[in-house]
């Protein structure tokens, strides 16, 4: 229910942040700590939210909680509020567009599924994710670790006997490929940009508001008799998943990618479906038939799969040093050195591969142009801002940044 707004980390942003990949023990321990509180609550919103919304009361229970999360975010955001861009707008209301139709699906399926299947079946996003970012980069494993996680959903629906699956189930899997876009979007759109992460996370939960305020009075039981039927523990489960699942989860986020590697940050918040089974067994009294049992086991381990094919991906260099283009040397422009101390006669191209680990600095395309023998650089059509690094060392990284 609350993983939607996860944040997108990188060994880049590390990196700039001028942050060790590792910490000392008592850090490193309340990192851990925050984490997997993060990953518990997440877990712990399907069985939490079953007992509070119902088919007819989806939108007004939406209006319910985000009303508290968009109060309790915008207070420490007040005096930042002014310096909004015109691009974090724009970007906010298209996120939390998509983010209000990840919510209002998701919301729906808890409701006519199980609490378990629902975690089970949301953590597909995991390799759903990679499939819409860079299908072709892919290697067989990712795929066999996908087919595993979906034939592990099939035997997942199939608790009472084979038959289609349930309607919840599918509301939650159609969730599951919206966020998978909604992190596609996000990472593609706001690429080479600077915006500040609290504000468009207040813009996209203030449009999830603003969706389903009016959705409330034309759909289900309106929006008044909803918030009136609410009894004082429905009001404490919505302000549960308004303050722990999304406002705290959010600045834990932040805070601990600041302190230890993306890698851990990923394979701790990877242990919310765990938390989503154990939650929705223990605490709905919900069980599982042996097919279940399989189907479950198989999720686990084809999403844990495929998150370490992904990350490693991600951990691979990718720049590679070609040979120069036709017509790709400046006019007038003095070549790079060839590592001697005499000049090679060409202009080094420096291809920056577009794929899972793009290098810091760069906002994704492909080439950037070395002159003026190691002194000054002009940035082709990379745009990067380069500076006086020798061009040798330029050609064996392939960055383009100061380090």
Known sequence: MCGTLRLCYSDRAARLDGVPETTTLPTAARVDIALLAVAVTWGSSYAVAKDVVTPDTVFGFLVARFGIAVAALSIPLIPSLRRTTRAECGLGVVFGAILAAILVLETSGVTRTSAANAGLIISLTMVITPLLDRPRELP????????????????????????????????????????????????????????????????????????????????????????????????????????????????????????TSPSRVGLLLGTEPVWALTCGLLLVGEALTPTGLLGAALVLAGTTWGRGIDTALRARPTPVVTGPPPGSARPGSRPPPNGHGQTSGLTTRVRIANGPTRPSGCPGREYGSVRDSGRRYWGGRCGCPWSARSARSRRNDGDCTDR
């Open 140 to 259: 067989r494993a990712f795929h066999a670790a996908t087919g595993a996680a979906v034939l592990g959903v099939v035997l997942l629906t199939q608790g009472s006997g084979f038959a289609l699956p349930g309607l919840g189930d599918l509301l939650v899997l159609l969730a599951a490929c919206t966020r998978a876009l909604h992190v596609t979007a996000i990472a593609r759109l706001t690429a080479g940009r600077e915006h500040d992460t609290s504000r468009m996370t207040l813009i996209q939960l203030a449009t999830v508001l603003a969706v389903a305020a009016p959705l409330a009075e034309i759909h289900g039981a309106g929006l008044a008799p909803t918030l009136a039927s609410m009894t004082a523990p429905d009001w404490l489960r919505t302000a549960y998943l308004a303050l722990a699942c999304t406002i705290f989860a959010f600045y834990a986020q932040m805070w601990a990618v600041r302190h």
